[in-house]
């Protein structure tokens, strides 16, 4: 039951579309694409120093020539002293390797294998050891800016290399234009210009993730693939020079190349001929590259024409998947469910198969249609995989207590939320009709249509091939003939059947392949079935740039962002929107039935639901009112292998000795706000034992103890970290708080005597963008670059006590230094320059004091002290701000703060600035120019021009505004 | 090795002139140099095939000993005046262009042209000897068994 709360006021945010018409661009000449690697390899590794500046010290290289060693040997930095420097000699005497320094390495070894014999370039987190080699480096220009350019030769010909950060496990890198001419005059004049260089960089760590998913160290990379040489162990990283450290660096280059052997071979496997192994850089980029391989054009092509307008309304509808918590840190029994590939499941039930291999889309007015279909649909409807198909449609509603996706910053928080709220406007928005079906479910009432389009797919393309998943003609898929997504699941269930088979039988060989297989399959459909739908590459530019911004009303206003999104290869809004929204019902679906069965429900998130045990409720009648709920989407399975699509977890199970045993044991659940949940069991002595907790909040801290250091009055986790999703540290956080939930004190959780919790929480990243970089701007200044804080090193930062710190909004950091204690000596303000007092800084105790007490912003009883059952807030939108990517710079916002500027504001309409400018007057009028100004935090003179419209508002202003609208009314 | 370097780099560039790993002359099937193929893939062809067409002789002047050392030129055909052309490369550049005129290093490079020239005839006449010699020692075997020159009655045939 959801209780209605009294309406508030909230300005809310739509994603929308930012058009901006592409400068007309010289076609390519024929044939100008690069041949493609050599069959040569360059691998090599830095070791460097463990202080703050990262220096490199050695390394070790390999030239391979068709997988044969032609050269290998170790690269110096001249700053090596005289006896680290003949133990360097005297090794690779002994091994017959070559000795190089840094520069004869880039001059004699580098640039002629990577640069003009079209080698891979690989490494293990390889921008980190290209930055070490480097002399200077730029920030860079054109399509990689907000990425380093650095510099490796003096020599004007010798390129420089370019480096884009995507993300913590991949960057773009490649080889700049250097000055010259590689083209005869006379080809020149034939048009048979010869192709840049732009060099085949392989991050075997990014490769490595693409195709096994996850992220992998070097060491566990080569135990999974079992490579010939594993990893050594060594305590000497960054120590003086010694027969072991050097063994262990020319060892970690030999794995490099015999993991990255192997996984091309796997990737050539799978046959993804046009698209070379350096090209992928995410599972997304695999998914990319099955599609192209089937010939599957994308529908931006296609369609280049469709309208921009409606392409703002798909927009407007997309949000993403539903996260909430239900009851509020309060410890219940749960079952935890979630549903079996949610994704693929939607895309398959939708029927979204053909629109990807579709000639285009055509839309049609359905609003008498949908709206019968609104009036009409039951729970029982939703049983059958016909009224799924009917969902490819969107739904123009005007808001009145409909319970709908809201996404806004709720009681004023920096980042915006989405929750599933009752949501009341004057004006019209669309949303998915399953968003309109599940509010039918969970308001009560049917939404009142304005209108409603629906789509369907047009034609099929023409010259669409099959192809074999995992290069096994067993796992054949006809784009014509089979529903793709469906049909890689069949094929993974398939599979994953042999695989408990092998298992059982102890076929080890067997079994490896088969779990190779049903990754490839479980990666394949994952990656086709929703990311790449909605795929926006974010580039800063220089200036604010002029872009026509389409949303909800499907007019265009003109408005100047410095963040410009370009759409993906196969970007389609419309699949991705119906997508989320698919899921989003099928989760409001669950919600329903579990209120209708009696029971309750402690969290959601994306394809998951802890299913929750009333108090008083019989735990054999809960699981039985719980089974019932599981086996109502029974009929919707459209798979071979039947079931229910709402699977239970292993957490659901027993543990005995280590092992899960195939009997259900009561799990436990404290939520404490989205993404922020722990499930564990309970013992006779009434103790806990974690099964899965969320790490989310915690994964920006470095541990504050290792493993072996854990506390002895913390049981060992009953289950391996790996199933947990947490490392030790965090298991022993979350122990103490459910322990804390579960006795008398919840709110107290004893931290104090955990190790390292009294020492400053410190995060630690790479500075991965120029942005990041200039934090050491202070730092760097007139010292030698050899000294100086570089692209890709490790940085730390700190959290600022507020007792200590007079003045507020000081953001601590210092230079990476292993040893943690010396590097917050060298802590300073990255704005003032000023050093910090690591007393002014907080502790791990004090950092995390809160944090099983996190606000559940979006719902009522979600604050600090708030326990039990949160409530839906009834919103009042007062304004809709269209906004673009929400996660952008996600990873810097993550470890840095909050950054205003990389959310894309694309403002507000132009109705709806002239709403916030009247209640302004009307505010100033009342309130006085000045306590305006004040409650708004703008300048008196600003409101006082605003007021009497001297001045037109700038975007800036808007969003100021209307943010403070509830507050002005 | 590194002098190997210098080669394949150069054998690299003629690669990415040609746009593609596996040139081919689309007229008479030359595989043998890149340095010998003219044009873009998949329109390549070789040297002599394209003065054959434009009615102009196949052979050219070719200086043995590079141009500075001895004007002395013979005429080759003009696949192989490129490939030699492309192997003096491979020579020091103070005996290629000997600046001061030195006697010795002009003699030097004499003998190294002479040598590219015996490597390109070997090459052309010898090299395919000892793949064909072992793939037909294979067959006989399959045929013959282990000692087919005793079962041919071939014995005196041994070196």
């Known amino acids: ?969 | 090795m590194k002098d190997d370097l210098g080669r394949e780099i150069r054998e690299e560039a003629h690669l990415e002139r040609l746009r593609t790993r596996n040139p081919r002359c689309q007229r008479c099937g030359n595989e043998r140099h890149p340095a010998a193929l003219t044009g873009t893939a998949p329109n390549i062809v070789c040297y002599e095939c394209l003065l054959k067409e434009s009615g102009r002789s196949w052979t050219e002047g070719h200086h043995p000993a590079g141009r500075h050392n001895d004007p002395t030129t013979v005429a080759v055909p003009s696949n192989d005046h490129r490939v030699l052309s492309d192997m003096q490369r491979d020579w020091p550049e103070q005996t290629l262009r000997n600046p001061d005129g030195s006697p010795l290093l002009a003699a030097a490079a004499a003998l190294r042209g002479w040598m590219d020239v015996m490597l390109i005839i070997i090459e052309r006449t010898v090299d395919y000897i000892p793949a064909f010699l072992e793939l037909l020692d294979q067959r006989l075997q399959e045929e013959w068994g282990d000692r087919w020159w005793e079962e041919l009655g071939l014995e005196g045939v041994k070196p």
């Open chain 1, 1 to 969: 039951m959801n209780l209605m709360a009294s309406p508030e006021s909230l300005p809310i945010a739509v994603r929308a579309y930012a058009h901006k018409p592409k400068k007309h661009k010289r076609t390519r000449q024929h044939g100008r694409q690069p041949i493609g690697p050599s069959d040569r390899v360059l691998i090599f590794d830095i070791e460097t120093t463990t202080n703050a500046l990262q220096q490199p010290k050695f390394g070790a290289y390999q030239a391979r020539k068709s997988g044969k060693l032609r050269e290998a040997g170790f690269i110096y930095d001249p700053s090596l002293d005289d006896s680290e420097l003949a133990t360097l000699r005297a090794y690779a005497d002994a091994h017959d390797l070559e000795v190089l320094t840094v520069k004869d390495f880039v001059e004699g070894v580098f640039f002629p294998y990577a640069y003009e014999l079209g080698a891979y370039c690989v490494g293990f987190n390889l921008p980190f050891d290209l930055s070490r080699i480097a002399i200077d480096h730029n920030s860079a220009r054109g399509s990689m800016r907000g990425g380093f350019s650095l510099e490796l030769s003096k020599h004007k010909w010798r390129p420089r290399i370019q480096i884009k950060h995507l993300n913590n496990r991949s960057a773009l890198i490649r080889f700049t234009v250097p000055h010259g001419q590689r083209t005869s005059r006379t080809r020149r004049k034939r048009g048979r210009k010869v192709p840049a260089r732009r060099g085949h960089f392989v991050d075997v760590r990014t490769l490595a993730g693409a195709l096994l998913g996850g992220s992998w160290s070097l060491e566990r990379l080569a135990e999974n693939l079992d490579t010939e040489h594993k990893k050594l162990g060594t305590e000497e990283h960054g120590g003086p020079v010694t027969e072991e450290y050097l063994q262990y660096a020319t060892r970690d280059v030999q794995v490099t190349w015999e993991c990255f052997e192997q996984l091309r071979k796997q990737y050539e496997s799978y046959e993804l001929t046009e698209t070379p192994v350096e090209k992928i850089y995410s599972e997304a980029s695999l998914g990319k590259a099955y599609l192209r391989q089937m010939g599957v054009r994308p529908w931006r092509e296609l369609q280049p024409n469709f309208p921009p307008e409606l392409l703002g309304i798909i927009m407007s509808t997309y949000y993403g998947g539903r996260s909430e918590v239900h009851i509020r840190r309060e410890v219940s029994q749960v079952l935890y469910c979630d549903f079996l590939s949610m994704y693929p499941t939607a895309c398959t039930l939708m029927k979204l198969w053909p629109f990807v291999i579709a000639e285009g889309i055509k839309w049609r007015d359905a609003t008498e249609e949908v709206q019968r279909f609104l009036e009409d649909v039951t729970l029982e409807d939703l049983q059958s995989p016909e009224t799924w198909r009917m969902l490819c449609a969107l739904v123009r509603i005007r808001p009145e207590g409909d319970i709908v996706p809201v996404r806004g910053h709720y009681r004023e928080e920096s980042q915006y939320s989405i929750g599933t709220n009752p949501l009341t406007h004057d004006e019209p928005l669309w949303y998915t009709l399953a968003d309109c079906v599940a509010d039918k479910l969970l308001a009560g009432k049917t939404p009142k249509v304005l209108k409603a389009l629906r789509f369907e797919p047009v034609g099929v393309q023409d010259d669409l091939k099959p192809i074999n998943i995992a290069c096994n003609s067993d796992y054949r898929v006809d784009p014509y003939q089979d529903d793709f997504y469906k049909r890689l699941i069949d094929l993974r269930s398939e599979v994953k059947a042999k695989l408990k088979a092998a298992k059982k039988a102890g076929d080890e060989a067997l079994a490896a392949r088969l779990e190779a297989e049903q990754r490839a399959l479980k990666l394949c459909a994952n990656a086709t079935s929703y990311g790449i739908f909605v795929e926006l590459n974010v580039t800063e530019q220089d200036k604010p740039q002029e872009v026509t911004c389409f949303g909800p009303s499907g007019q265009g206003f003109k408005t100047r962002v410095r963040n410009l999104e370009r759409p993906g290869p196969y970007f389609h809004p419309l699949l991705a929107t119906l997508i989320t929204g698919g899921a989003r019902l099928m989760l409001a679906i669950t919600e329903h039935l579990a209120e209708q069965s009696g029971i309750s429900w402690a969290f959601c998130d994306t394809d998951s639901m802890a299913l929750a045990k009333p108090e008083e409720m019989d735990e054999a009648e809960f699981l039985e009112r719980a089974k019932r709920v599981r086996e109502w989407f029974t009929p919707l399975n459209p798979y071979e292998h039947k079931g229910s699509l709402f699977k239970l977890e292993d957490a659901n199970y027993r543990v005995e000795g280590g092992k899960l045993v195939d009997q259900l044991g009561p799990l436990y659940c404290l939520a404490i706000s989205a993404k922020r949940y722990a499930l564990f069991n309970v013992d006779k002595r009434g103790h806990s034992a974690l099964r899965k907790v969320s790490a989310h909040g915690l994964g920006h801290l470095l541990p504050p103890y290792e493993d072996k250091e854990a506390p002895r009055n913390i049981p060992k986790p009953v289950v391996l970290l790996s199933e947990l999703e947490a490392e030790r540290w965090q298991h022993d956080l979350w122990y103490r708080i459910v322990e804390a939930a579960l006795g008398d004190t919840p709110e107290q959780v004893r931290l104090d005597d955990l190790p390292g919790f009294q020492k400053p929480a410190v995060s630690r990243y790479a500075a991965t963008t120029p942005n990041l970089l200039r934090w050491f701007k202070e730092h760097n200044r007139d010292k030698p670059y050899q000294e100086q804080v570089k692209p890709f090193g490790f940085l730390l930062a700190y959290h600022p006590n507020p007792l200590s710190f007079a003045k507020t909004g000081s953001k601590p950091v210092s230079a990476y230094d292993k040893n943690l204690d010396r590097a917050v000596t060298g802590c300073f303000d990255r704005q003032s320059g000023e050093p910090v007092e690591p007393q002014a800084l907080k502790t791990y105790q004090e950092a995390l004091a809160q944090y099983h007490l996190h606000p559940e912003a979006k719902f009522h009883n979600g604050d600090y002290l708030d326990r039990g059952i949160t409530h839906r807030r009834h919103i009042v939108a007062t304004a809709v701000e269209h906004i673009g990517k929400e996660a952008n710079r996600w990873e810097e916002q993550f470890y840095v703060g909050l950054d205003h500027e990389a959310q894309t504001d694309y403002g507000l309409a132009p109705e709806d600035s002239e709403r916030v400018l009247s209640t302004l007057r009307v505010a100033c009028d009342q309130l006085g120019q000045r306590a305006v100004a004040k409650s708004v935090r703008m300048s008196l003179r600003d409101v006082s021009a605003l007021v009497q419209g001297k001045r037109k508002p700038t975007p800036l202003m808007l969003t100021k505004l209307y943010r403070m609208v509830p507050r002005l009314e």
